[in-house]
């Protein structure tokens, strides 16, 4: 893409990482005419809401949907003249399947074009989970909401296996719809992820009923989301160069006046934007701020690993390109994208696998074999007809959802003149999601504008 803009330094923004969040406050200060360079480490945008190449197969940074209660994420790609309706598929329905289970659980997840499905599922799938279960889950999620809103840091020392134990929910339950909804979703097992994170995914959601359904992306989500944000930006003024990593801020009498590249070029501006991970955006501000006692909280705050399976087959894994779930299993979450993503392969499925503790560093083949042996455990043979797969796996792209960590994320205004954090680690009610990097990026943003 472009080169450095012919700006003053004194007048330049340079945001370092071009996720979702850094495009965000890019976009932002571009459409207030404000000078501003982002600079990506990897030759393509997105970071974790990116795909690419990787040895001859297209594969996506893990399996992401689209929420349909996110508000400010949507409003964003309008002003960027991105078509929501053309970017997405909306889900009717979700599926979970357990080894153990008669047969699927099958819940509809729009209230407003399928409301039948949808009371259907909540009542129904009893073969799945039984009225008792159910009715089980009434108290944990009402005092979960209002812990939530009432005691929000005594809820985060909570794992949500332990708040479930303490309002009487049924083996049951937790492990075929509560398991799903936290290790499903973001890997973390039940007994160490943070209640506070599980209510707090849903709880936006809760004013916005009318609108919760899940949207499957219409390709590769560099291609119909993040590159084309990004040459809004360029089209506003502003410049986005990729195959640029940085080393480290330029750092000069307690502020950070800019950066230098790994090839050695030095880039100064008046305000530095780190929407690098939450690894990479760690080591940057350690090496000239580690004795700020306003950052030790968020030094301390742990990086999550990330293991997925992506896979090609002859035929669809599944008949309907839907979210599913694989409690018991090795599978948090998965889903066939032949219809929808990947449409030019005759099969495709990406799977979140969970535990990633215990995945990240083993030999792909052996991730293979476990990924294989879950999915013919809920009665997916057809993985037999899988043809090529890809092990997509990392330790930098996601803070820890355990509990206790909430209070260690960091704000987007920090107390270091010139520099500014971005990206879903840092603190919003969104907690780790798309609809979160915005949130972050709007609000770094707003304080450079402000600055």
């Given at each position: 893409?472009?080169?450095?803009p012919k ?8 945001v370092?990482g071009?996720g979702l969040?850094g495009l ?7 459409e207030k005419?404000k000078?501003?360079?982002v600079?990506?480490a ?8 990116a795909?690419w190449?990787e ?7 893990g399996f ?7 508000t400010?994420l949507?409003?964003?790609l ?5 078509k ?10 979700m599926?979970a399947?357990?080894p ?7 819940f ?6 399928a409301?039948?499905k ?5 009542l ?6 039984t009225p008792a279960d159910k009715?089980?889950?009434i108290p ?6 209002k ?10 020392e909570i794992p949500?296996?332990?708040y ?5 929910v ?7 719809i509560?398991e ?5 979703i973001?890997?973390?097992p039940?007994?160490?992820y943070s ?7 849903f709880?936006p959601?809760i004013p916005r009923?009318?609108?919760?359904r899940?949207g ?9 989301m ?5 040459d ?7 410049t986005v160069?990729t195959s640029?990593p940085v080393?480290g ?6 502020a950070v ?8 070029e030095r880039?100064?501006a008046?305000?530095?934007v780190v ?8 080591k940057?501000?350690s090496?000239?701020?580690s ?8 030094f301390e705050?742990e ?5 997925t399976a ?8 599944l008949p ?13 979450s998965f889903g066939e994208?032949?219809r929808?993503?990947f ?8 799977i979140?696998?969970?535990d ?5 560093d ?6 293979w074999?476990r990924t294989v042996?879950?999915l013919?455990?809920i ?5 037999d007809?899988?043809t090529d797969?890809r ?14 960590n909430?209070k260690?994320r960091?704000?987007q205004v920090?107390?270091?003149?010139g520099?500014?954090?971005a990206?879903d680690y840092t603190k ?7 609809e979160g990097a915005?949130i972050s990026?709007q609000?770094?943003?707003?304080g450079?504008l402000?600055?």
């Amino acid at each position: 893409m472009s080169q450095n803009p012919k700006v003053p330094s004194e007048e330049l923004t340079i945001v370092v990482g071009a996720g979702l969040a850094g495009l965000t406050c890019a976009f932002e200060l571009a459409e207030k005419g404000k000078p501003v360079l982002v600079l990506e480490a990897a030759p393509y945008v997105g970071g974790r809401t990116a795909n690419w190449n990787e040895n001859g197969m297209e594969v996506e940074s893990g399996f992401h949907k689209f929420i349909g209660y996110y508000t400010l994420l949507p409003e964003l790609l309008e002003r960027a003249g991105i078509k929501l309706n053309d970017m997405l598929f909306w889900e009717k329905s979700m599926e979970a399947r357990h080894p153990e289970a008669e047969e699927p659980g099958v819940f509809g997840l729009d209230l407003v074009r399928a409301p039948l499905k949808t009371v259907l599922g909540a009542l129904g799938n009893n073969s799945y989970l039984t009225p008792a279960d159910k009715a089980s889950l009434i108290p944990f999620f009402t005092a979960g909401f209002k812990d939530y809103l009432s005691n929000p840091e005594e809820l985060d020392e909570i794992p949500v296996k332990e708040y479930a134990e303490r309002h009487h929910v049924t083996e049951q339950a937790l492990e075929r719809i509560l398991e799903p909804l936290s290790s499903g979703i973001f890997f973390l097992p039940p007994e160490q992820y943070s209640s506070y994170a599980f209510f707090g995914l849903f709880a936006p959601g809760i004013p916005r009923l009318h609108k919760m359904r899940i949207g499957a992306f219409s390709g590769g989500m560099t291609d119909v989301m993040c590159r084309p944000l990004a040459d809004a930006i360029e089209r506003l003024g502003g410049t986005v160069r990729t195959s640029a990593p940085v080393r480290g801020l330029i750092a000069e009498e307690g502020a950070v006046r800019g950066v230098e590249l790994e090839n050695g070029e030095r880039l100064r501006a008046a305000q530095v934007v780190v929407a690098a991970n939450i690894r990479r955006a760690q080591k940057l501000l350690s090496e000239h701020f580690s004795s700020v006692s306003a950052f030790k909280p968020f030094f301390e705050l742990e990086a999550m690993p990330h293991v997925t399976a992506q896979f090609e087959l002859t035929e669809p894994l599944l008949p309907k390109d839907r979210t599913t779930f694989g409690p018991g299993t090795q599978l948090g979450s998965f889903g066939e994208q032949a219809r929808t993503t990947f449409r030019d392969k005759a099969g495709r499925t990406s799977i979140i696998l969970v535990d990633p503790d215990a995945l990240v560093d083993l030999p792909e083949e052996e991730v293979w074999r476990r990924t294989v042996d879950s999915l013919k455990a809920i009665g997916l043979d057809g993985v037999d007809n899988a043809t090529d797969y890809r092990i997509i796996r990392g330790d930098e792209n996601f803070y820890r959802l355990a509990a206790g960590n909430e209070k260690k994320r960091p704000k987007q205004v920090t107390p270091i003149p010139g520099l500014f954090l971005a990206g879903d680690y840092t603190k919003q009610p969104f907690l780790a999601t798309m609809e979160g990097a915005v949130i972050s990026g709007q609000r770094a943003a707003r304080g450079i504008l402000k600055a």
